[in-house]
Structure formats: C-alpha cells, structure tokens
C-alpha cells in the first residue's frame, strides 16, 4: 500500500496549521501503537519542531534546510530525529529561522526540479513509514509547492470566522497547478475547520457557507485553550484528565480516522 502523505496548509498564519497537526499525530500514533509516522516541517518558523522535539534543538544540528539545499550533501534521513513520541519521527526545521528561509531564497534562483526537491528526498523514505504529514509555512510559496509537490493529499485548515473564499480560490488554483505540471495524484481532501464558534450564529452560518465550498474533513474544531497548553506543553489531550480534553481527543481521533481512510475508526 502506498504511504498517504497529506499536507496541511493555508496561506495564512494563525489559522491552527501546526496546533491541529500535532493534535492529529498524536491521534493517529495511538490509535495504533505500530504504527510509523514521519512529520516534516516546513515552516522557517520552526513551530512543529519546537513542540515535538524532544530536549533542546541546537542550530548547528542537521535540519530539514540542509537535505532540501544543494548547498549541502545531506539526505533526508540524516535530518530525521526521534520526537516526544517513540513512533512519530520529525524532519526537524532549524531553530536558525534563517536556515529555511534561505532554502526558499536559493529555490527561488534554483532552475529545472526545484519543485521536486522534497519529492525526491522524500520517496526513499516512504516504504518506511505509514504515513507522512507535513505542516506549511504560511505562503504559497516555494516551500509549499515542494510540499505539494511531495504530497498525494491537500487539507487546508481554516479558522471558520478567517476563511475565505478568495484565499481558497487561490489555494486551489495552487493545487490544480501543481497537480497539471507536477503531481497529477494529488488530491485535495477537503478542511479541517479550526477555532470555530458553535454557539453563535454567525459562526452556524459562516460553517455552512464553506460546507457548500469546500467538503470538512471531521467535526470543527472550538476553540480551547486546552489546545494550546497542551501543544505548548508537549502533552498529549488525554493525559490532560479533563472532560472537554478527551472530547476534544475524539475529535481528533475521528478526523484522523478520516484522513487515514479508517472507516472503522470514524463516525462521520
Ligand atoms: P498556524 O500554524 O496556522 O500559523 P497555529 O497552529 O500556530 O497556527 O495557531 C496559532 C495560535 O492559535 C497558536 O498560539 C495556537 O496555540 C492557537 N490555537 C490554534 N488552534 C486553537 C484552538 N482550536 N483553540 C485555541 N487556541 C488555538
Ligand atoms: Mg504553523
């Protein structure tokens, strides 16, 4: 079977990109504790690395920049570091938030397979892991292509009161883009709504407008604070003890599930 390999992006920053995919691996590593996760982080800023590695990260370790840089002989395995989770693994970005945006500056002058450069560092990797879920920086940029690029599924996260039909628009035209010239198996699987207002009008309604743009992967996700803490935390929603935590774990299980094409293990 091949790997899913699913990117979460947005083009905006602030919507829940990285919080909801560190809710999600964390999801999906234990609903099946055999199971092999790889995350990559694409963002300069770092963020998914910071709450899943484990110790302290150091500037002058192997990084996500330096298997994507032609500058550098690395290869992605070499950046791979084990994380606060025996089964999930982490392409690490550099704590320099220079080092990745570098890399996009060099792509940005690099010629033919500029594209492909995750791709192609990536696919060796794929018969070792059951699934790979990479987090975007916020742009289209050349990160973000090269992460569509390597990916067979899209999932944009959107904050419901944030979303917007023209940014989808835009994100779309990326994806077909990439799909005609570079990947045509990508697919894009739908959104994951975060930070929504159940409770409000407003935000009823605003749920409904995107339902009838965009198929949501999953129950929306509330806004919690529980979800910041326990990401900021490196802790888990279901050692959290609460109530709502676990509410919002099965959330997160379902929508794994869905992802995962798990329709044992979903309820929607
Ligand atoms: P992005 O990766 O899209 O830039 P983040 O995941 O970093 O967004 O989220 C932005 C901020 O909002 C972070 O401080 C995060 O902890 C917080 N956040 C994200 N989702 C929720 C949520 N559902 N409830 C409460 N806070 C959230
Ligand atoms: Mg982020």
């Keep these: 079977m091949t790997t899913p390999v699913i990117v979460m992006c947005n083009q905006k920053g602030g919507v829940g990109k990285t919080t909801t995919t560190f809710h999600l ?27 899943l590695s484990r110790g302290t990260r150091d500037s002058a370790d192997a990084c996500l920049a330096d298997a994507l840089s032609d500058r550098s002989s690395c290869s992605l395995i070499d950046v791979v570091n084990e994380t606060i989770w025996p089964n999930v693994h982490l392409a690490p970005t550099s704590p320099d938030t220079e080092a990745l945006a570098y890399v996009r500056d060099e ?13 192609d560092a990536l696919d060796p990797l794929l018969p070792a892991y059951d699934l790979v879920l990479m987090d975007c920086p916020p742009s289209l940029d050349l990160l973000t292509i090269n992460a569509l690029v390597a990916a067979r599924s899209a999932v944009v996260v959107s904050q419901s009161a944030l979303f917007s039909a023209n940014g989808l628009v835009r994100l779309r035209r990326t994806i077909d883009a990439v799909k005609r010239s570079y990947n045509p198996e990508l697919h894009l699987r739908g959104a994951i ?30 806004k919690r604070v529980v979800l910041k803490d326990a990401s900021e935390a490196q802790t888990s929603l279901l050692d959290w003890g609460t109530t709502d935590a676990r509410n919002l774990a099965a959330l997160y299980r379902n929508t794994a599930a869905l992802l995962m094409g798990d329709p044992n293990n979903a309820t929607s």
């Design 25 to 51: 691996l964390d999801a999906v590593r234990r609903q099946r504790h055999d199971i092999r996760v790889l995350a990559v982080d694409l963002d300069p800023q770092g963020n998914l690395s910071t709450i």
């Design 107 to 119: 792509l940005v002058l690099a010629g033919a397979g500029r594209e492909r450069r995750l791709r």
């Design 193 to 222: 709504i975060n930070l929504h207002e159940r409770n409000t009008i407003a935000g009823r309604e605003q749920l409904a407008e995107i339902a009838s743009t965009i198929e949501l992967v999953g129950d929306p996700i509330p």
